[in-house]
């Protein structure tokens, strides 16, 4: 018993002095600086490498690359213009008159925004007191919005109260009496206005039917197109309801890529019908819209050549030629793309060609949610506005076609300092897309060249409004001079700052 007590003692004894002692305090945070000091020295041994390639110059492709997207993205120089809507000095305030102007304004947002534009400067030119417009109800999109519903009505009301007086109906005793009903000349001077005053010899009302085209984009006075560009983009501003749901989106769009393009693409239904354009289109699809255009009585042209109408550039570029186009010009698919339009004809089946090369599509219904578009639901107008705002603070600004949003939108980018908007040539387009599909032309650098030659004038730089077009005379002259809302320049945009 004594000799087993006795080895384990001493197997006890020799095996403690090969056990590790339990470690100090001290030693413990000698450890942990160690391991601190240790982890720096190798962070900045790898960082350093890091460091030094970052303080290297570009290689000339890669500065070429960059100097290029800044190229595709950047505004082009407004060379010092900037807007100026104030009246000259003999320029006279509203009078109180008790002759009234009633108004019907027709077609779809923007026809109905220039229209009204018009409109003040009529009653203006008359002498007359505007009665808050009715808005068209009848149009293809049949929409129900009142002038409230879609504009601020008190700002337009305050913000022009020195211009034109404007009340919101007429006053009780002057809804029964008759009315000169008018459907006033399109493009009209200044003089055939100064002649339609004779009216209120005989009626204290006049009612005007259609508001698009009333008045003429050239020779007019000055302060009469100033007038309009303060009715356009100063008065007619959105209600408080779309307004901040712009704001937000844009605001979203930046948080998701710090740029983006705004891409109007007009390839609805309606416009397709409209244009007789069905390149593309199934049989059933391109009779569909033939029947469509029949029983539109309000559509003039009811037999249209399809082939004919896409070789002249009066059809709206598809979404499958807008993707090349994009393509050719030098934007990454990974650009950020919203898509400000209706409903496109053919759905997400149509889009599939413009998606395989620019995945990041973004629409409304994306970025809002269900409980934010639901109030505008079955108010196209209202929808349309929305799409106004995210094109109007867009990057870039591309429409398929000119219509009339594309005209707007272009013509206030302008006048906000020449933000940048890509007028494709849709006639040259064709001719490019016609051989690529004859295997004439590749996708590629032959292309890129041919495509970004061909618009480098038509970036939205400033340039003075366009006439007529040569050889067309008469009242047909007016037809064909560039839109005042597309360009109001030079009478809304100035270069010295007397204005």
Partial sequence: MVNSRGYSHSRASSTSKFLPRRPTLYTITVYIILLFVFSIVIFLFYTRDVLEDEQKPLSSEDSQFVQMQDELWNAPSSHGLHPCVKPTSKYKATQRWDRYMTVKSNGGLNQMRTGISDMVAVARIMNATLVIPQLDRRSFWKDSSTFADIFDELHFMTTLQGDVRIVKELPKQLESVPRARKHFTSWSSMGYYQEMTHLWEEYQVIHVAKSDSRLANNDLPIDIQRLRCRALYHALRFSPQIENLGK???????????????????????????????????????????????????????????????????????????????????????????????????????????????????????????????????????????????????????????????????????????????????????????????????????????????????????????????????????????????????????????H
Wanted: aromatic fraction near 8%; charge should be positive.
């Fill in 248 to 498: 937000k989106l844009v605001e979203r769009l930046r948080s998701r890529g710090r740029r983006y393009i705004a891409l109007h693409l007009r390839y609805e239904k309606d416009m397709l019908s409209f244009t007789g354009c069905t390149y593309g289109l199934t049989d059933a699809e391109s009779e569909e819209l033939r029947i469509m255009r029949e029983n539109t009585n309000h559509w003039k042209m009811k037999k249209i050549n399809a082939t004919e109408q896409r070789i002249g550039g009066f059809c709206p570029l598809t979404p499958k030629e807008i993707g090349i186009f994009l393509r050719a010009l030098g934007y990454l698919p990974s650009t950020l793309i919203y898509i400000a339009a209706g409903e496109i004809y053919g759905g997400d089946a149509r889009l599939l060609e413009l998606k395989s090369r620019f995945p990041n599509l973004i629409f409304k219904e994306t970025i809002a949610t269900q409980e934010e578009l639901k109030a505008f639901a079955h108010h196209s107008s209202q929808t349309a506005a929305l799409d106004y705002i995210i094109s109007i603070e867009s990057d870039v600004f591309i429409p398929s076609h000119s219509g009339n949003m594309a005209r707007a939108v272009e013509g206030h980018r302008r006048f906000l300092g020449h933000r940048k908007t890509i007028t494709p040539d849709r006639k040259g387009l064709v001719d490019i897309f016609d051989k690529l599909e004859a295997g004439q032309l590749k996708e590629g650098s032959s292309l890129s060249y041919l495509v970004t030659q061909m618009h480098k004038k038509r970036q939205g730089a400033p340039r003075k409004r366009g006439g007529s077009l040569p050889g067309v005379r008469g009242r047909a002259r007016f037809r064909t001079e560039e839109s005042f809302y597309e360009n109001p320049y030079p009478e809304c945009i100035c270069s010295s700052k007397k």
